[in-house]
Each structure stands twice: as structure tokens, then as C-alpha cells.
């Protein structure tokens, strides 16, 4: 059964006052006092949302080390109870251990920063050290060695009793009583938060004796000073309509009015045209199009204009439904095939709009991102390739219509903040036609963490935009889906997306929402924003 221990006695124990040279190390509640925005790194509820490594070192071949999910935990839905046993008949240390490291979705240990926590509940017979080891690469990201295993240096903290302590002890770990172990030796090994390459957990048999034993982790935690500094009541500038077939018959002046009601007056179409699996492309959502390729046409868009037109409405307008390569993005083939069709989308749309009152923008709607899975764009040549086919879309446009250009590509946190942002800014110096990022903050998924991911890559991208004189924006997700925990498609509640709205607040009043589907009028967030800008 389920149960919630009350917090034990901090028995951790910090061993590296030498290390520090005599400087005396902040304090468990010392940190905790000063704690504000914290990040869950991992709750532990699942087995199979992150992929871990469980080993035991080379010294240690008759040793084991296995996980089980147990409902015994601290917060959540469960714990892990990690199980280990050792020989006692080796010439070296046995250790085993569990570790999780980086990719997509990444933490930055680097923002504000304070320490870690952990909860750990053990057995008074257990035997065997309790160390928690940051891994980091100080070359990661590097030109033609993105990731290099011989580069990870391991910093570790000590706790050598709490593995015996038998009810729920949380340690808190400040980055300060993190000690260089083994790894790649630098001569000058320093904790370098900002390449965090992940964790290891692991237990070493120290007194050399044969034994087994078992304890629970649940709840490690980022824990920064940060607190954030909302500003007024930040409110969307706009909102995003991704149209199918089930908007033939929609009654575009009511939803422009339920629009205007909350006071948006901009809606960015995110298609022009609809697709099926991205290969074979059918439909066209405005009328007449000579376009080869579609075999159905609906008149959305036309009666969108209409009802625009009549409410004082502005629409930006997506072009063609493209994808980039998932296997290589440093072919050009699928950058031509994407610049010719989006060409031939515009000139039809250009044709039937590009004069009309309500246009206010165009979107490419192809979405890169930051990350690497299924295939990324951190290096060259794919980020120059990439750069080249924005600019060719957009100067194409900019050749024929004096509006604003826009993309809105997802934030992976595929590299630390301050990488990120460099690498936004190599795309931008080659993107001079490029006016608007709508940076998707990714918040309907459960990967990211609102106050302590958001404000730091956010930061940095902006910087990226700042100086290539490229227009700040974000785009905030109303919807929640997740696949782990399995989460269907729906709208979020508003609590959630107000916290959303006023991280983004901070940086922006470019701030769109994906999308009207998740945000329309009998949604919790629509009702909820509506009562939000009313000050009630």
C-alpha cells in the first residue's frame, strides 16, 4: 500500500571539505531555506519512461544489480527499489550501479543552482556506500563528436549511512561536496553544470564482505534559488488553427467573435493544405488551386477571409504541409522538393490574398527542433542546410509580399541553454528574411519543467534573437499529451496554462497558443483565461 513516510533525520555526510579547501559547505537546511523553483529530474513512477543502464563494474563480475517499481515511495505513484548483491571475493572494490544519461529533453544543472535531492530509504542490515555521481562532458556538442563517452568525467557525493537508515531520509546533495572520481582526467577537473551529461547511482562494497541487500529511491530533484519575476498579466497575441475536413461547416463569425471575446485578434493557419501521412498530400483548404497533387478542395480559407474581413480579424497564413528528412538532413533532395512546393503554395495564396486587408503574415511550416531523434541539425552541414531553406522560402516570399515571415520550431532542449542558444544564433545570422520566432515551449507533453527549464533556454534563444534582430515568441501549448505517463489528447486545465502564459510573459507579448481546438470556448483554459483577463 501506498504510503507517505514523514522526512527522516538528514544523515548525509559531506566528505569533501578538503576538496573545498576548508570552505565551509552550505548545509542541508541551509539549501532547502533557500530553495524556490525546483525540477523534478525523475519521480521514479515508471519503468519504462527513461532507459537506464544497470551494471556492474569489471571488478566485480559475480556481483547483481536489478530494479523493481514498488508503491512504497515519498511523492507520486511509486518508487524504484533497486536490489544488489555482492560477492565478497574480489581484489578490488565491487560496485554495481544504475545511471541514466542525456539526450532530448535535457536538464542544465547551471541555472541558479543549489544542489540535488534525493530520498532513499534502506535496511539496517544493508552493507555497501551510497555515492551519487554527476556525470559530465566538457567537449560535448563538439564539431564531428557530438557525444564521446571517453570524454565523461564523474564527480561523486558520499553518503555512507543512509542506506541503513530504514525510514524515507532525504539527502540533499550541494554542488559543492561533488568530488572528481574517474573519467577522463583534465588536470583541472571542475564541476561544469552547464554539461550535465547525466547520473549514476551506485553502490560500492567497501568493507569487502559478501552480502545482499535492497532500498528504495522516489523524488530526485533540481533544486535552484530561482523565483520567478512575473510581469502584469501577459495575454496572447494570438492562436493557431490546424485545419482538417471536420471545418467545412464552421461558423467562422462566431469563432472569430469567441476570439475577439478574450481579446485575440490574430489567428495563424498552420496549413494551407492538409496531408495524410506526409507523403502523399490531398487536400487544399482554400479554392480554386491548380495544384497536381491535391485531390480534394475545401473553400475553409476563403470563408475564413470572409469572416475576417467582417470582424476585424488578421490572419497569418501556413503554407505548404512539408516534413523535413528523417533519415538525412544533410541531403539537399528534400530541402528542393520542399522550396519548389512551398513556392507554388504561395504564389496560389499570394494570388487570392496577398492584398487583402486581413493577411498579416506568412508561416513556414515545416518544424525543425533543436535535438537530435529522429535526426537533428546540431551540426554543420545540416544547420547551414537547414538556415539556406528557411532563407530561400522566405526570401521568396519577402520578393512579392512586404509581411511579416514566421516559423515555430520545438524546443527539444536538445543541448545545454547556452549551446542552444549559440546554435539558434548560427541559424539566424544566415536567416535575414526570417521576422518572428514562435518558439514551441513544448508544454503539453510532460517533458518539460515550466520555471526552471523555460526561464533558462528561453533566456539564452532570446539573446539569439536579439541579435540577429529576429522577433522573440512563443508558443505556448493548451493541449496535454504524453506518452509516458500515457496521457490522450485534451485540453489542459487553466491553472497550468497560466503558469505557462506567465513564464513566457517574462520574455515576450509575441505569445501564441497551438491551439484553438484545445482553447475554444467550454474549455477549462478558455473559461479560465477569460475570467484571468478580467481580473476576477
Known amino acids: 500500500m501506498k504510503k507517505r513516510m514523514i522526512l527522516a533525520t538528514l544523515s548525509s555526510l559531506l566528505l569533501c571539505m578538503a576538496a573545498c579547501s576548508n570552505k565551509q559547505l552550505p548545509t542541508s537546511e541551509d539549501i532547502l531555506t533557500e530553495a524556490r523553483a525546483v525540477k523534478t529530474l525523475n519521480a521514479y513512477d515508471e519503468m519504462n519512461c527513461v532507459v537506464y543502464d544497470m551494471k556492474v563494474t569489471p571488478a566485480s563480475p559475480k556481483s547483481s544489480i536489478d530494479r523493481f517499481v514498488s508503491d512504497d515511495c515519498v511523492e507520486g505513484a511509486g518508487s524504484f527499489e533497486i536490489r544488489y548483491s555482492f560477492s565478497g571475493n574480489s581484489s578490488e572494490a565491487e560496485s554495481v550501479y544504475i545511471q541514466q544519461s542525456g539526450g532530448d529533453y535535457r536538464s542544465d544543472l547551471s541555472f541558479h543552482p543549489l544542489g540535488l535531492s534525493i530520498w532513499v530509504k534502506g535496511n539496517k542490515n544493508n552493507k555497501g556506500t551510497f555515492r551519487f555521481m554527476i556525470i559530465q562532458d566538457a567537449g560535448m556538442f563538439t564539431q564531428g563528436t557530438l557525444h564521446d563517452k571517453g570524454r565523461w568525467q564523474f564527480f561523486e557525493y558520499v553518503d555512507k549511512e543512509v542506506l541503513t537508515q530504514e525510514e524515507w531520509t532525504r539527502v540533499v546533495m550541494p554542488y559543492e561536496a561533488f568530488t572528481f572520481v574517474k573519467g577522463h582526467d583534465m588536470g583541472d577537473n571542475k564541476l561544469m553544470l552547464n554539461r550535465f551529461e547525466g547520473y549514476r547511482i551506485e553502490v560500492t562494497n567497501d568493507e569487502g564482505v559478501m552480502c545482499t541487500g535492497s532500498f ?7 533544486l535552484t534559488s530561482y523565483a520567478p519575476e512575473f510581469k502584469g498579466t501577459p495575454k496572447f497575441s494570438s492562436v ?70 467582417q470582424n476585424g480579424m488578421k490572419l497569418i497564413v501556413g503554407l505548404y504541409p512539408g516534413d523535413y528528412s528523417k533519415k538525412d538532413t544533410a541531403s539537399p533532395e528534400q530541402y528542393d ?20 486587408p486581413c493577411l498579416d503574415g506568412w508561416y513556414i511550416t515545416e518544424e525543425f527542433h ?73 508544454g503539453g507533453r510532460c517533458l518539460v519543467d515550466f520555471d526552471v527549464d523555460l526561464p533558462n533556454w528561453f533566456a539564452e534563444i532570446k539573446k539569439a534573437c536579439d541579435a540577429n534582430g529576429v522577433i522573440f515568441g512563443v508558443d505556448i501549448e493548451s493541449f496535454k499529451e504524453c506518452w509516458c505517463p500515457k496521457i490522450t489528447m485534451r485540453t489542459k486545465p487553466w491553472s497550468e496554462l497560466e503558469e505557462q502564459l506567465r513564464v513566457a510573459g517574462m520574455f515576450t507579448d509575441h505569445i501564441t497558443n497551438f491551439s484553438w481546438a484545445t482553447f475554444k470556448p467550454g474549455t477549462d483554459t478558455y473559461e479560465g483565461y477569460k475570467r484571468y483577463i478580467e481580473g476576477k
Not at 528504495?216 to 533540481?222: H, K, P, R
Request: overall charge negative; aromatic content about 14%.
Open 240 to 309: 493557431f488553427i490546424q485545419l482538417n475536413g471536420v471545418y467545412e461547416n464552421t461558423d467562422w463569425d462566431k469563432e472569430f467573435k469567441a476570439s475577439q471575446e478574450v481579446g485575440i485578434d490574430t489567428w495563424i493557419i498552420q496549413y494551407a493544405e492538409g496531408f495524410n501521412d506526409r507523403a502523399e498530400e490531398k487536400t487544399s483548404f482554400y479554392v480554386p488551386t491548380k495544384l497536381p497533387w491535391v485531390t480534394k478542395q475545401y473553400d475553409i480559407m476563403n470563408r475564413m477571409f470572409e469572416a475576417a474581413k
Open 216 to 222: 528504495c529511491i522516489d523524488n530526485l530533484e533540481q
Open 370 to 442: 533543436d535535438g537530435s531523434y529522429p535526426v537533428g541539425w546540431q551540426q554543420e552541414p545540416s544547420l547551414s542546410m537547414l538556415a539556406n531553406y528557411l532563407q530561400t522560402v522566405a526570401a521568396y516570399i519577402k520578393s512579392k509580399s512586404p509581411k511579416e515571415v514566421c516559423i515555430a520550431p520545438a524546443l527539444w532542449r536538445g543541448m545545454p541553454a547556452d549551446l542552444c542558444g549559440e546554435w539558434f544564433g548560427k541559424i539566424f545570422a544566415q536567416t535575414p528574411d526570417i521576422d518572428v520566432l514562435y518558439l514551441q515551449d513544448i
Open 337 to 356: 522538393f520542399l522550396v519548389e512546393r512551398n513556392k507554388q503554395v504561395f504564389d496560389e495564396l499570394f494570388a487570392l490574398w496577398g492584398n487583402h
